[in-house]
């Protein structure tokens, strides 16, 4: 009898079921499926479904409401609102783009010292900006809309823009009827051109992933349609969840936890000067005057300020900034608060390579040095490539309805 018909090739196979990770093979030998342990698919059912229930920005009584996302969409796209006609909302937050620029450091008026971060899905944050100096999608709007080295707009002239504007004034009125903007103070036009906007952004939600189909054939017990998940894929999911403890920050359905955190890059925007990060973003979030907090806030509910009333800035605050989301991560390089990092590659060599020195001491350490090989590296961002949407750079502007009347 040949030996790999006998007890050699018997011992050989049994040798490799009973490796870590094997590969269960479904019927032809492929696709396959890893033999995840319970626990490391309970952690993977974490991340979703997808999507999740729909989220309401706080404070915005326009969120959800179909007139209000029009004409939120038509402000974001409109380069008048700056007065020289040359920025909008979407000059950073590019839809082609998937909502960023592909810049390291965005550029608006003035050269930026941060990179624009996606805005697919950032309806579902509880902070807003790499710094969280903003609480809801509205009041974020008002950063760039009125910082000189952005749009450099002010109150006077997004009021006046959409008062002078047939259709832009015909939309405001439907959504803050009966008022038109020319008959309100020009701080109130702007605060509500902000929710409107708002709105908008909140209605930006990605589809299903590579990954959401993995994870929803699990959840159902369909091996055979979890199997057709790329192997390398799913290893690189295993040390997403295992080893690697990535998804204790990058966590839940929208894979992150939606707060701050220093991860051992330098934060300098140049020689001796330093981006304080998450503490200067609390700075300003307590010192401004459209937070949750304000009497422009439609919060009727005092939960929706608890996040804001007691937040408190701590000196380990000083270089966190924000976890981002990973859908469509492979979409959106570079990567970091200011894009220092070129590809998916070389974020899995930093968090592989990582500088404890360079970490806060105080607290739980819960990144170390991940040591990957070349192969592991591969297999991570083999997983990472996967949190695609396929259709998001696709995106294209919604036809508005005609505006015939002031008011429904």
Request: with cysteine; hydrophobic share 40%; proline share 8%.
């Amino acid at each position: 009898m040949s030996v790999w018909r006998g007890p050699v090739w018997c011992w050989a196979m049994a040798l490799l079921l009973a490796l870590p990770g094997r590969p269960v093979w479904s019927a032809g030998a492929a696709p396959a499926l890893l033999d995840f342990s319970p626990a490391e698919v309970r952690r993977i059912l974490s991340h979703g479904p997808w999507p999740p229930p729909a989220a309401l920005d706080p404070g915005n009584a326009q969120a959800g409401r179909p007139a209000a996302i029009i004409l939120g969409q038509q402000l974001f796209l409109a380069p008048q609102l700056s007065p020289d006609r040359r920025f909008a909302c979407a000059s950073c937050h590019v839809p082609a783009l998937h909502f960023t620029d592909g810049r390291p450091r965005s550029v608006g008026r003035e050269p930026l010292q941060r990179n624009a971060p996606s805005l697919w899905n950032a309806g579902f944050g509880r902070w807003y900006g790499w710094d969280g100096a903003a609480d809801s999608l509205w009041s974020q709007a008002l950063l760039p809309l009125q910082e000189r080295r952005e749009m450099a707009s002010s109150a006077t002239h997004v009021s006046a823009t959409i008062d002078a504007d047939a259709t832009l004034a015909c939309w405001y009125r439907r959504v803050f009827h009966p008022i038109g903007a020319g008959d309100l103070e020009p701080e109130t036009v702007l605060v509500n051109a902000a929710k409107a906007i708002g709105a908008f952004v909140g209605s930006l939600v990605s589809g299903k992933t590579a990954f959401d189909h993995f994870r929803d054939a699990l959840a159902r017990g369909d091996r055979s349609a979890a199997a057709r998940y790329p192997l390398a894929a799913q290893r690189g999911l295993r040390w997403f969840v295992g080893e690697g403890r990535c998804s204790t920050c990058h966590v839940g359905p929208l894979f992150s936890n939606g707060e701050f955190a220093d991860i051992g890059l330098p934060f300098f925007v140049r020689p001796g000067v330093v981006d304080p990060g998450r503490h200067g973003g609390l700075t300003a979030l307590r010192a401004s005057a459209y937070n949750l907090l304000s009497s422009w806030s439609d919060a009727n509910d005092a939960d929706a300020a608890l996040k804001t009333r007691h937040v408190v800035a701590q000196h380990r605050n000083f270089g966190e900034f924000k976890v981002p989301s990973l859908r469509n991560v492979a979409q959106t390089a570079p990567y970091m608060h200011d894009g220092q990092l070129a590809t998916l590659e070389q974020v899995a060599l930093h968090y592989s390579e990582l500088d404890l020195e360079r970490l806060h001491a105080d607290g739980d350490q819960i990144l170390r040095p991940l040591r990957l090989q070349e192969r592991e590296r591969a297999d991570l961002v083999a997983f990472l490539r996967t949190l695609t949407d396929p259709r998001s750079s696709a995106w294209k502007p919604s036809r508005s309805p005609a505006c015939k009347t002031a008011a429904p």
